[in-house]
């Protein structure tokens, strides 16, 4: 926190604490930092001052603003400093620094040619609960003197809300590509729970149709018909593909339509597969790989012992991560489940692992149900 009882001016703190409220004001970012230097500069009275963004590693200086400077200054300047020097000092150590004599500390480069003479220095973190997103600076005092104490305070005060509005922005920014990634992973859910399974429905009536008596033309333009759908499938289940490739390189919901895809000639069907929640999202990497192993071992196990027909899988992810596996085959002896050979004493390790449970039911329709839950 800003110990403001170091500020002695009422009249300063008055300004200080309006300038603080801007934070909240629906200004654009660059704007509202260049508001914030300039009221530093005219609360501790210094001729110039610049406020630098740290880049998302935090190791050298991103955005670089300043006030005090003309246009004409800056130009003769040349390129905005990095991080070097004594504004690097505040990188590796983000502590308020305060000069007397600027070009006296034992990292100052100097400046480069054309830069306007600066003495006295007073630079402070922008950090917002403990993280730093970039650093203040503010150089030659207008009455010749040191930044004071109560300088430094100021200075703090509002790099703090600096600070806050850089995290402002960026959490809305997260917050629309949250948004913006939930409408893709809407999109592509909907193309493959109604679209495809309407148009997988249409294309078994229509192969139906084909094995009933009529005339050869007309069973053959349904024969084109059904492949015509084979291949709009296809390039539907791509665009799926492509989308969720925009939302992550291999995001977990491709990988389970992937594996689906994958076992479906060993399981002699392809399965059922659902999604709800924000799968690719909302599940850490290291519970993905275990759910991909334990769905790969449940189908894997279902394709040689089942004997069935149908699979079908479920992926819900909101409280807890749950996979649910079913079929509609003889099932499985459940008292001694994990005694029949089956892996299923892996499967149950990998849930505990994360803090998870294994368990086992008989779907109405018959056959065995495998529900592998962990904590989000």
Same mark, same amino acid.
């Given at each position: 926190?800003? /110990?403001?009882?170091?500020?002695? =001016?009422?009249?300063?703190?008055?300004?200080?604490?309006?300038?603080?409220?801007?934070?909240?004001?629906?200004?654009?970012?660059?704007?509202?930092?260049?508001?914030?230097?300039?009221?530093?500069?005219? &609360?501790?009275?210094?001729?110039?001052?610049?406020?630098?963004?740290?880049?998302?590693?935090?190791?050298?200086?991103?955005?670089?603003?300043?006030? +005090? &400077?003309?246009? @004409? !200054?800056?130009?003769?300047?040349?390129?905005?400093?990095?991080?070097?020097?004594?504004?690097?000092?505040?990188?590796? $150590?983000?502590? /308020?620094?305060?000069?007397?004599?600027?070009?006296?500390?034992?990292?100052?480069?100097?400046?480069?040619?054309?830069?306007?003479?600066?003495?006295?220095?007073?630079?402070?973190?922008?950090?917002?609960?403990?993280?730093?997103?970039?650093?203040?600076?503010?150089?030659?005092?207008?009455? #010749?003197?040191?930044?004071?104490?109560?300088?430094?305070?100021?200075? @703090?005060?509002?790099?703090?809300?600096?600070?806050?509005?850089?995290? =402002?922005?960026? &959490?809305?920014?997260?917050?629309?590509?949250?948004?913006?990634?939930?409408?893709? $992973?809407?999109?592509?859910?909907?193309?493959?729970?109604?679209?495809?399974?309407?148009?997988?429905?249409?294309?078994?009536?229509? %192969?139906?149709?084909?094995?009933?008596?009529?005339? /050869?033309?007309?069973?053959?333009?349904?024969?084109?018909?059904? $492949?015509?759908?084979?291949?709009?499938?296809?390039?539907?289940?791509?665009?799926?593909?492509?989308? @969720?490739?925009?939302?992550?390189?291999?995001?977990?919901?491709?990988?389970?339509?992937?594996?689906?895809?994958?076992?479906?000639?060993?399981?002699?069907?392809?399965?059922?597969?659902?999604?709800?929640?924000?799968?690719?999202?909302?599940?850490?990497? %290291?519970?993905?790989?275990?759910?991909?192993?334990?769905?790969?071992?449940?189908?894997?196990?279902?394709?040689?012992?089942?004997?069935?027909?149908?699979?079908?899988?479920?992926?819900?992810? +909101?409280? !807890?991560?749950?996979?649910?596996?079913?079929?509609?085959?003889?099932?499985?002896?459940?008292?001694?489940?994990?005694? %029949?050979?089956?892996?299923?004493?892996?499967?149950?390790?990998?849930?505990?692992?994360? #803090? #998870?449970?294994?368990?086992? +039911?008989? /779907?109405? $329709?018959? +056959?065995?149900?495998?529900?592998?839950?962990?904590?989000?």
């Amino acid at each position: 926190m800003v /110990p403001y009882h170091r500020i002695d =001016n009422p009249e300063k703190l008055r300004r200080l604490m309006a300038a603080i409220l801007m934070v909240s004001a629906d200004i654009e970012l660059t704007e509202l930092l260049r508001h914030f230097i300039a009221e530093a500069c005219s &609360l501790v009275e210094a001729r110039y001052g610049a406020l630098g963004v740290l880049n998302a590693a935090r190791t050298t200086l991103d955005q670089f603003l300043t006030v +005090g &400077l003309t246009d @004409e !200054e800056e130009q003769r300047i040349g390129p905005r400093p990095t991080g070097r020097g004594v504004l690097g000092v505040l990188i590796t $150590d983000p502590e /308020p620094l305060r000069l007397a004599d600027l070009h006296s500390h034992p990292d100052s480069y100097g400046f480069p040619p054309h830069h306007p003479p600066m003495d006295s220095f007073l630079g402070v973190p922008l950090r917002v609960r403990g993280v730093v997103y970039g650093n203040l600076y503010l150089t030659d005092k207008l009455n #010749g003197e040191a930044f004071n104490e109560e300088d430094e305070a100021m200075a @703090e005060a509002l790099a703090q809300a600096a600070g806050i509005a850089i995290q =402002n922005t960026r &959490l809305n920014e997260t917050a629309r590509l949250v948004g913006l990634l939930d409408d893709r $992973d809407r999109i592509a859910r909907d193309l493959h729970d109604r679209v495809i399974q309407r148009i997988f429905s249409v294309g078994m009536s229509l %192969q139906g149709a084909a094995r009933m008596p009529g005339p /050869p033309e007309l069973l053959s333009r349904v024969g084109k018909a059904v $492949d015509a759908l084979d291949v709009t499938i296809d390039e539907i289940r791509t665009a799926i593909f492509e989308l @969720e490739d925009g939302m992550r390189e291999r995001g977990l919901r491709r990988s389970v339509l992937e594996l689906a895809n994958e076992l479906a000639p060993q399981l002699g069907s392809r399965p059922e597969v659902t999604f709800t929640g924000p799968v690719d999202s909302g599940v850490s990497q %290291q519970a993905a790989d275990h759910l991909l192993a334990v769905l790969r071992e449940a189908l894997t196990n279902a394709g040689k012992h089942a004997q069935a027909s149908q699979f079908r899988i479920a992926v819900r992810v +909101g409280e !807890e991560i749950r996979l649910e596996v079913a079929d509609n085959g003889r099932g499985i002896p459940l008292p001694d489940a994990e005694a %029949q050979g089956l892996g299923l004493v892996n499967l149950r390790r990998r849930a505990e692992k994360l #803090g #998870g449970t294994l368990e086992f +039911g008989v /779907p109405d $329709d018959g +056959g065995t149900l495998l529900v592998w839950s962990v904590p989000t």
